[in-house]
């Protein structure tokens, strides 16, 4: 390719990339703005999943970006993630039910007690499931939240969003982090806070843009 073309294709780049960023902190600002009141409330909606009762309820008195994180993108297999998830889900129930000790009897349960050192065992495999997800899909398991806690949470709204993306073709992902400033509170009390703006897209999905929540059940 000549260099008049490589040229050509920077050119035409350039314009698309820059719009995915403004799109995505357009989002970022008018979910903001909805918590403040400076905004229309229906911003709130913008979360995806949609917007929980607590953060319906959840405000701000003011924000500033102060700095955002190098755009986050992958594209991968979607059969291959479901997979792969699948498979950690199969490995954290059968971690849950050692871990409750918990064995069928006929109609009964039969409790057993779990030492520190069994419960690692049971849980290395699923350690190992949720490496190897990270490592497949860096960016999608970024966004699942995947090797913590609230990985496993009902809420967590990116289980949702896979549930409806169907298992063929490929999947896209970006992410967008910004740092948040907010001052709260009679003292005025500094705080610093990750706001994300993602987008999924499948051959059976687009998400949109949308705020990652972070509100009533974790945030980080």
């Known amino acids: 390719m000549?260099?008049?073309?490589?040229?050509?294709?920077?050119?035409?780049?350039?314009?698309?990339?820059?719009?995915?960023?403004?799109?995505?902190?357009?989002?970022?600002?008018?979910y903001l703005n909805a918590l403040t009141g400076t905004g229309d409330e229906a911003g709130k909606d913008l979360l995806l999943g949609g917007a929980t009762m607590n953060a319906q309820l959840f405000s701000l008195e003011n924000w500033a970006f102060k700095a955002?994180?190098?755009?986050?993108?992958?594209?991968?297999?979607?059969?291959?993630?479901v997979q792969m998830m699948n498979d950690l889900d199969k490995a954290g129930r059968g971690a849950l039910t050692g871990l409750m000790g918990v064995e069928a009897v006929g109609d009964d349960l039969k409790m057993t007690e779990v030492s520190a050192e069994q419960a690692a065992k049971l849980l290395a495999p699923t350690k190992l499931r949720?490496?190897?997800?990270?490592?497949?899909h860096t960016v999608l398991s970024y966004v699942l939240r995947t090797g913590k806690e609230v990985y496993w949470h009902p809420k967590n709204p990116m289980?949702?969003?896979?549930a409806k993306a169907g298992t063929q073709g490929k999947y896209s992902i970006e992410v967008h982090r910004w740092t948040i400033s907010t001052t709260e509170g009679p003292a005025k009390t500094p705080r610093e806070w990750p706001l994300r703006v993602v987008r999924f897209k499948s051959q059976k999905l687009d998400t949109g843009w949308k705020i990652l929540p972070a509100s009533d059940w974790n945030a980080d």
């Open 2 to 30: 000549s260099r008049l073309m490589l040229a050509a294709v920077a050119f035409l780049a350039v314009p698309a990339l820059a719009q995915d960023d403004s799109d995505a902190k357009k989002v970022a600002e008018t």
């Open 159 to 162: 289980r949702a969003v896979l």
């Open 130 to 136: 949720a490496t190897a997800f990270q490592k497949s």
């Open 68 to 81: 955002k994180d190098p755009v986050k993108k992958e594209e991968g297999d979607l059969a291959h993630a």
